[in-house]
């Protein structure tokens, strides 16, 4: 049995399926989910887990090269921009239309239980060396 990092099965053994320059969609509970991309549904309340413990748990885990979010977060959501802006300094910034298209593209999708509007990064996951 794991005793540190992402105890949940099934998005560990998602994480350890990775590879570079996948996606990973961490989302908010209202987020449209496509068909495709492999889901790991976290979500048990409003807010609980939030948006930002889901975020600090798969980056303590992955490396990632790239990030991209909505450019509606910025108004609608400044502690999510912020957390953003703290991680990623070169945050990619799109329309939240087009950041639903791209995650039809994505490999896996961390739903969260987040209850405030446009808490979803697109995470392009890098190499370690």
Same mark, same amino acid.
């Given at each position: 049995?794991?005793?540190?990092?992402?105890?949940?099965?099934?998005?560990?053994?998602?994480? *350890?399926?990775? #590879?570079?320059? %996948? #996606? $990973?969609?961490?989302? %908010?509970?209202?987020? !449209?989910? !496509?068909?495709?991309? @492999?889901?790991?549904?976290?979500?048990?309340?409003?807010?609980? &887990?939030?948006? *930002?413990?889901?975020?600090?748990?798969?980056?303590?885990?992955?490396? +990632?090269?790239?990030?991209? *979010?909505?450019?509606? +977060?910025? %108004? *609608?959501?400044? !502690?999510?921009?912020?957390?953003?802006?703290?991680?990623? &300094?070169?945050?990619?910034?799109?329309?939240?239309?087009?950041?639903?298209?791209?995650?039809?593209?994505?490999?896996?999708? $961390? @739903?969260?239980?987040?209850?405030?509007?446009?808490?979803? +990064?697109?995470?392009?996951?890098? $190499?370690?060396?």
């Amino acid at each position: 049995m794991k005793k540190a990092g992402i105890l949940n099965r099934h998005l560990s053994g998602a994480l *350890a399926e990775l #590879g570079h320059g %996948d #996606g $990973v969609l961490v989302c %908010d509970a209202g987020m !449209p989910i !496509p068909d495709g991309p @492999r889901v790991v549904d976290l979500a048990f309340r409003a807010g609980v &887990p939030s948006f *930002a413990e889901v975020l600090d748990g798969l980056l303590a885990e992955l490396v +990632v090269e790239g990030a991209t *979010a909505a450019t509606e +977060v910025r %108004d *609608a959501n400044p !502690p999510a921009s912020a957390l953003l802006d703290e991680h990623f &300094p070169d945050l990619a910034l799109v329309p939240h239309e087009k950041l639903k298209e791209l995650s039809g593209g994505a490999r896996l999708i $961390v @739903r969260t239980g987040e209850a405030r509007p446009y808490a979803n +990064v697109l995470l392009r996951c890098g $190499v370690f060396f």
